[in-house]
């Protein structure tokens, strides 16, 4: 996978995080206090749809389809789902594109915090790639309580860690191409646990080697983290021949009784975004509350 790569926008890890993502932010926002939304691995803060067919070389089919494309035009939409699509779709109206046409512009995680963020909130966006960085200057109307940093996001753990709002929300989303990307995620939890023991840390992976994954579980357990759990959407079963199968998000000091509602949500998009037999969501504690 990379994450520079518009190919991958709007696919079925996309809507699954960027759909809890948007009921994080909502659920620290019960709280009147403002706080530090730090996004690691920021990306830009848009994707044309309309390039998704477009490789490296050859034309590829695009994987927006079986994720937001299957949400956008339903009646149906859970609570929990409702205003993820309603701000796509502000997203792509305000990128140029009519609002009856087919879907062709979908945000970012920097964008959709940033359409959500109240004037208390603040927002540091971290991306190490200068033209991604440059692109998400470029996209972004910045203001005082938004920056986006040049910066490896592992970094921004230790520099931006504790936040004098005393409350943030860190979204870990990196692009797994490192062969120790999984190392680097726990070793910045740890850092930015010891730091900030009282922040909420969302971390996005993908499901593709299921040992890996319980090992990354087992050596995020041994840090002795706050209250934590996993959610997942599946989107085949371990039949299927599916390289990637699913995506999960590790919360970390979950906001109180987040795990209902990200049940809700995932349990509905398991249903719609399934490609194969035994798709689904399902939760699970690492560390109960």
Not at 259 to 268: D, N, P, Y
Request: hydrophobic share 45%; net charge neutral; aromatic share 8%.
């Amino acid at each position: 996978m990379n994450y520079r790569h518009q190919f991958h926008a709007g696919n079925f890890a996309d809507v699954a995080k960027h759909a809890l993502l948007v009921r994080l932010v909502r659920a620290l926002q019960k709280k009147e206090k403002g706080f530090l939304y730090l996004d690691t691995h920021a990306g830009r803060g848009g994707y044309d749809l309309g390039a998704a067919a477009k490789g490296d070389t050859l034309a590829r089919r695009p994987e927006w389809p079986d994720g937001i494309g299957r949400l956008i035009a339903r009646k149906d939409l859970p609570e929990a789902v409702t205003e993820y699509v309603a701000l796509v779709r502000e997203f792509d109206r305000r990128a140029g594109n009519p609002p009856d046409g087919t879907l062709r512009f979908y945000p970012g995680s920097p964008w959709l915090a940033g359409a959500l963020a109240r004037p208390q909130d603040r927002l540091a966006l971290c991306e190490k790639q200068p033209d991604e960085c440059a692109a998400l200057r470029e996209e972004l109307l910045l203001t005082a309580r938004a920056s986006v940093q040049l910066l490896d996001g592992y970094v921004a753990l230790r520099a931006m860690l504790p936040p004098p709002e005393k409350r943030a929300l860190v979204l870990i989303d990196p692009p797994f191409e490192a062969a120790d990307e999984w190392a680097q995620i726990v070793a910045a939890l740890g850092e930015g646990l010891r730091r900030f023991p009282t922040g909420v840390f969302a971390v996005w992976y993908p499901l593709t080697e299921r040992a890996r994954v319980e090992t990354f579980f087992a050596e995020l357990v041994a840090l002795q983290p706050p209250p934590t759990f996993v959610a997942e959407l599946l989107i085949a079963g371990e039949a299927s021949a599916l390289k990637m199968k699913g995506c999960g998000v590790v919360i970390i000091n979950p906001p109180w009784q987040f795990e209902r509602e990200a049940e809700l949500l995932l349990g509905f998009l398991g249903e719609v975004l399934a490609q194969a037999p035994d798709g689904g969501g399902r939760m699970r504690w690492l560390v109960p509350e």
